[in-house]
Nanobody
Framework: QVQLVESGGGSVQPGGSLRLSCAASGIIFRLYAMGWYRQAPGKQRESVATINRGGTTTYADSVKGRFTISRDNAKNTVYLQMNSLIPEDTAVYYC?????????WGQGTQVTVSS
């Protein structure tokens, strides 16, 4: 079965950096687009960044220039490098893959940006 396991969240001061990782299993990883989403308290889940199997990336306007999504097909892992973090980035971050028109999600990892 498809499994996604996120790691790398934590608490950081404004201006700091974090790198999230998502390890995938149960799929031929290199064939699928991967995405990072986030959900802040009281808000809907939103797309943060995506990377297709060719390496083409997209970003939400709110994170452009600060976040970078990448993938390592040899490790079945997708990353989200987050720099210049601001309090508005505080949320639970989820990894996503769509397989056969079904969305799969990881358990989420908390990112808190606060002074």
């Amino acid at each position: 079965q498809v499994q996604l396991v996120e790691s790398g969240g934590g608490s950081v001061q404004p201006g700091g950096s974090l790198r999230l990782s998502c390890a995938a299993s149960g799929i031929i990883f290199r064939l699928y687009a991967m995405g990072w989403y986030r959900q802040a308290p009281g808000k809907q889940r939103e797309s943060v960044a995506t990377i297709n199997r060719g390496g083409t990336t997209t970003y939400a306007d709110s994170v452009k220039g600060r976040f970078t999504i990448s993938r390592d097909n040899a490790k079945n892992t997708v990353y989200l490098q987050m720099n210049s973090l601001i309090p508005e980035d505080t949320a639970v971050y989820y990894c996503n893959v769509n397989v056969g028109l079904k969305d799969y999600w990881g358990q989420g990892t908390q990112v808190t940006v606060s002074s």
